[in-house]
């Protein structure tokens, strides 16, 4: 069986949790799989470090283009060209899209699978810039869905989401759980001492990682902070924020700005995978009350590393996290405030959380999707 996989989003400069999807499937897949073969394609003008990994294997061959996806989208949109058989010109039985750029194919028989992360530009346009809008509006998806065989959702939560938006049976929607990256995990104390020595952090603090983006709540997370700053017992208590600058992030550094606490909110920047771990190794509390999202990374990433966690209770999280985290309502900031004061003043409450959260991450593994998503593929091949 050819299976043609879209792998353009790690054509993108920037680290992103889409582009580290791609690449934890990827991998799990072919693992797995010695026996189909896996054509990926890659498009874009700049040069990037991050297919490095796709290495030519028996089962796996490339197709790498140097058009400027921009032109390549809008060539796509206008003109339904390229059709994925030209791109390769071989039979293809499976065309595998792990997001959903816009891609033409032009036999009946090919089947497709789009996987959907979640569908806040859908939802919510207004929390993206006018030019991540338009490459919204650009990649059709509405047509594509009903183009598509099977539309795979990240969770429970996104599956009902993209069957109550777009009206689809049961049958075209699959759910298949992202795994988390092993990568993270529960470090020796002497080395998180000495990291915490390295990088000046003695005293406690709250940790947030995530793009700097309005639906990550991060003003919010900045308000609580300043009414937990208001007693006296949290006076050496830091507020670590972590993640790239997003768009429409200005509001987020006036927020901290004019904050009466704004010399203990640490902007850290974006975070290399070692410093990730460290970080979430030694925080006291991760805090992620993002209004929207379809799975969501960081805090099962958190978990892992042994970080008690306090997330929304909107979206996925109830599905995802579960009673393994404390769940607050991303817009009642008091109940965030309450919710971290309850595991700051209980200790034991606290270590139980952070017991949860290892038993919560044994449901998600990179083996587990790549098992689920090779069923599929031979599922509609046959």
Not at 118 to 139: A, M, N, T
Request: glycine residues 4%; proline residues 4%; hydrophobic residues 40%.
């Amino acid at each position: 069986m050819n299976i043609f996989f879209d792998a353009r989003a790690l054509t993108n400069k920037r680290k992103s949790g889409i582009d580290e999807y791609v690449r934890l499937l990827t991998e799990s897949l072919l693992n797995i799989d010695k026996k189909n073969h896996y054509i990926f394609f890659t498009n874009g003008f700049s040069k990037t470090k991050k297919t490095q990994f796709l290495k030519e294997r028996e089962n796996v061959s490339r197709v790498s283009w140097r058009i400027p996806n921009k032109i390549f989208d809008t060539i796509s949109l206008l003109f339904s060209e390229p059709k994925v058989e030209k791109i390769v010109k071989r039979k293809i039985d499976i065309v595998f899209s792990p997001h959903f750029n816009l891609l033409n194919v032009s036999k009946k028989k090919t089947k497709r699978i789009i996987v959907f992360h979640d569908l806040s530009p859908i939802h919510f346009p207004e929390l993206y810039p006018v030019r991540k809008q338009f490459w919204h509006w650009q990649q059709n998806i509405k047509e594509q869905v009903e183009r598509t065989e099977k539309c795979v959702a990240v969770s429970d939560f996104t599956a009902q989401d993209l069957r109550k938006t777009f009206l689809l049976s049961d049958h075209k929607v699959q759910r298949i759980y992202s795994g988390i990256n092993p990568f993270y995990k529960r470090l020796p104390v002497s080395d998180i001492l000495n990291f915490r020595r390295s990088k000046n952090l003695q005293n406690p603090f709250l940790l947030f990682v995530g793009v700097l983006e309005p639906r990550k709540n991060i003003t919010g997370i900045i308000k609580m902070f300043n009414i937990l700053k208001k007693n006296p017992e949290y006076n050496n208590l830091k507020l670590i924020i972590a993640g790239k600058k997003g768009w429409l992030c200005d509001t987020i550094f006036r927020e901290a700005g004019i904050s009466v606490s704004k010399r203990d909110i640490i902007f850290w920047g974006e975070a290399s995978f070692e410093e990730l771990r460290f970080l979430y190794n030694s925080c006291e509390i991760f805090v992620y009350p993002s209004f929207f999202e379809g799975f969501g990374f960081p805090p099962l990433e958190a978990q892992s590393c042994g970080a008690p966690v306090v997330v929304s209770n909107r979206s996925s999280f109830p599905e995802i996290i579960g009673n393994s985290g404390m769940l607050a309502d991303p817009w009642r900031i008091e109940e965030q405030v309450s919710a971290i004061e309850t595991l700051m003043q209980n200790k034991k409450m606290k270590l139980e959380y952070i017991q949860r959260g290892y038993e919560n991450i044994k449901r998600f593994s990179w083996e587990k999707t790549a098992e689920q998503f090779l069923k599929l593929f031979n599922d509609l091949a046959e």
